[in-house]
């Protein structure tokens, strides 16, 4: 068996790593900083990279060994943008997922993005580029964020009035403005945040989790979900992302977010993430077999889910979330909820994560 590749330690590559290994595979990771959570874990080979040619050169090394393409999983935003920016050969050298390149590429820059969910049907809030902003042109409140990965001070910002735009434009270098989506704020009396993760393989859904995202640090993470069990719900949401990869070709994990709207059940598109998201261990929770998948990666099975809501929880964002909120009211999820980070078989990351 060959091994894995995986690029990535934030929650979901330890949850990744946790997974390929338990199926059998040798995995060897890849992080950029000592800090990411997986880092800790007993499973793997683990690796730091300076830069993006640090990387290069370990992953031609690996791939040398070994005859015909290894298979590698990007876990990480920022580093699936450091590969798609520096190093779009690795998708020549191993099989990459998430994939196909060209796609991944378009949909890793939000007006591209917005522009595809807008052509599948899917309803978008107002949008252009800060650079190209014009005075009136869009409805406040509005909120800025990054239209690609790029260093900023800030990941989002909710802005309540022209006045208050350009006074923030100044703390922006100019430069930067090519980089930043300004959107109209999307200002709903009921509503819940929902977020789907799903498998694909060349297009087609193999399983997917629907859960609402019950509460989020303020940067927007999520700390406690529920599943999502309404069947209209379910089937509205799914058909939605099923109709936006219809004809891509995409193979792997993917998270799409909406905002869904209680008095006039209308979905509103938030944004799509080709990977493996950050409530991605929670998929061990809903399917009884999710190693097949990595086990028969060529050809995955339908993944088989198991009865019963799952609720799920990261207590380290859920202490942060709670103290941001002011809110110490019903605290029956710490002990009732299904666990990020915690394992009893692998206890070093959660102890990390507090520690770090």
């Given at each position: 068996m060959k091994p894995f590749i995986l690029i990535g330690l934030t929650p979901q590559g330890l949850s990744m790593l946790r997974l390929l290994s338990r199926a059998g595979y040798k995995v060897i990771a890849f992080t950029n900083t000592k800090s990411a959570v997986g880092y800790g874990s007993k499973y793997g080979e683990k690796y730091v990279f300076n830069s993006i040619e640090d990387l290069k050169t370990s992953i031609t090394k690996i791939t040398g060994e070994y005859e015909g393409k290894l298979h590698?999983?990007?876990?990480?935003?920022?580093?699936l943008s450091f590969v798609l920016n520096g190093y779009p050969e690795l998708y020549d050298l191993c099989e990459v997922q998430s994939g196909p390149l060209e796609l991944i590429k378009m949909l890793s820059n939000k007006k591209k993005m917005y522009e595809f969910a807008a052509s599948k049907g899917l309803n978008c809030a107002k949008h252009t580029i800060l650079r190209d902003y014009v005075s009136g042109e869009l409805s406040f409140?509005?909120?800025?964020?990054?239209?690609?990965?790029?260093?900023?001070?800030?990941?989002?910002?909710?802005?309540?009035?022209?006045?208050?735009?350009?006074r923030f434009m100044l703390k922006i270098e100019r430069h930067n403005f090519q980089h930043i989506l300004v959107q109209e704020y999307i200002t709903i009396e009921k509503f819940k945040e929902i977020s789907i993760q799903a498998y694909l393989h060349q297009g087609e859904m193999k399983g997917c989790f629907l859960c609402y995202q019950e509460r989020r640090l303020s940067s927007g993470i999520t700390s406690f979900l529920k599943e999502v069990k309404e069947p209209d719900v379910l089937a509205m949401v799914t058909e939605k992302t099923?109709?936006?990869?219809?004809?891509?070709?995409?193979?792997?994990?993917?998270?799409?977010?909406?905002?869904?709207?209680?008095?006039?059940?209308?979905?509103?598109?938030?944004?799509?993430?080709?990977?493996?998201?950050?409530?991605?261990?929670?998929?061990?929770?809903?399917?009884?077999?999710?190693?097949?998948?990595?086990?028969?990666?060529?050809?995955?099975?339908?993944?088989?889910?198991?009865?019963?809501t799952i609720s799920?929880?990261?207590?380290?964002?859920?202490?942060?979330?709670?103290?941001?909120?002011?809110?110490?009211?019903?605290?029956?999820?710490?002990?009732?909820?299904?666990?990020?980070?915690?394992?009893?078989?692998?206890?070093?990351?959660?102890?990390?994560?507090?520690i770090k």
């Open positions: 590698c999983i990007i876990t990480s935003g920022e580093l409140p509005v909120i800025l964020k990054r239209n690609i990965e790029v260093p900023l001070f800030f990941k989002t910002k909710k802005i309540e009035s022209e006045e208050e735009l350009t099923r109709t936006f990869f219809s004809n891509t070709g995409y193979t792997g994990f993917c998270e799409l977010e909406f905002i869904y709207d209680l008095n006039t059940r209308d979905l509103h598109f938030i944004e799509v993430n080709t990977r493996a998201c950050g409530l991605h261990s929670v998929l061990n929770n809903k399917f009884s077999n999710l190693q097949e998948v990595l086990l028969h990666i060529d050809n995955p099975p339908e993944l088989e889910s198991r009865s019963g799920w929880i990261n207590v380290g964002r859920d202490v942060k979330a709670r103290i941001q909120k002011k809110d110490i009211k019903n605290l029956l999820p710490f002990f009732t909820s299904k666990h990020d980070i915690w394992d009893i078989n692998d206890l070093k990351p959660f102890f990390y994560q507090i």
